[in-house]
């Protein structure tokens, strides 16, 4: 079946330090993975998609097909990193699913 | 361009009752996705509709039904409502064609609770 496992619910650093956020999939096909992000009173959004390979507000995300993850990663963490992150699992060419997501808290 | 709107904000209703939730997608969007994300769990996804029709369904009962209309808006009908069916419930839209992924914007969520 296919699953997302964000393995930490929380997750705090300083301001500067790494951040690395966890996430696991099983799923038999191709992956399409993703990360969204929710901001403090604002919507759910895209940050960014392992297809782009990109790095967006310094995060980057690296797919592992070895070890089944796509961890999403910075070096130096900003107080305005502080948000909910989601891993998304694209699969059946529709349909989503959403990992129970990451709480960061970035300490100044 | 105006953004992902749903309606109402937060609904009250009673377990049996049925329910009706409202999206309207983002201009030049021709894909409605509806979620339902519970209390600390991430969005589960319901089902997709393209132009008017269901384009994928996940693992949710017939009494969780949709529609698209031709101005590409959407509603999310709940029938039967049961006290887990309290969640938030997300539509997303999307300037996809069948295939592919495009990025999905989120609407800010409908808050339906079940007593």
């Known amino acids: 079946a296919q699953r997302v496992t964000q393995p930490e619910k929380l997750l705090s650093v300083f301001k500067g330090a790494p951040v690395e956020l966890k996430c696991n999939y099983s799923?038999?096909?191709?992956?399409?993975l993703f990360w969204y992000v929710q901001y403090s009173r604002q919507r759910l959004q895209l940050l960014l998609r392992?297809?782009s390979r990109e790095s967006i507000k310094g995060f980057t995300a690296d797919l592992n097909k070895g070890e089944t993850s796509f961890h999403l990663k910075k070096p130096f963490a900003q107080e305005e990193d502080s948000a909910m992150y989601y891993c998304?699992?694209?699969?059946?060419?529709?349909?989503?699913?959403f990992g129970a997501g990451t709480r960061l808290t970035v300490k100044p | 361009e105006t953004g992902v709107t749903q309606s109402p904000t937060h609904l009250i209703k009673t377990r049996g009752q049925q329910v009706t939730l409202r999206c309207s997608s983002q201009?030049?969007?021709?894909?409605v996705s509806w979620y339902q994300q519970a209390l600390g769990q991430g969005p589960q996804f319901i089902f997709q509709?393209?132009?008017?029709?269901?384009?994928g369904r996940g693992n949710f009962p017939p009494r969780f039904s949709g529609l698209q209309f031709p101005n590409y808006s959407s509603e999310l009908n709940v029938n039967a409502l049961e006290l887990d069916d309290s969640a938030l419930y997300l539509c997303?839209?999307?300037?996809?064609?069948?295939?592919?992924?495009?990025?999905?914007?989120f609407g800010p969520g409908t808050r339906l609770t079940v007593l």
């Open positions: 997303a839209s999307s300037p996809r064609a069948k295939t592919g992924h495009n990025e999905q914007f």
């Open positions: 799923y038999s096909g191709s992956p399409e």
């Open positions: 392992h297809i």
């Open positions: 998304a699992l694209k699969y059946n060419n529709n349909d989503m699913r």
């Open positions: 201009s030049g969007h021709n894909t």
């Open positions: 509709y393209y132009r008017e029709e269901e384009n």
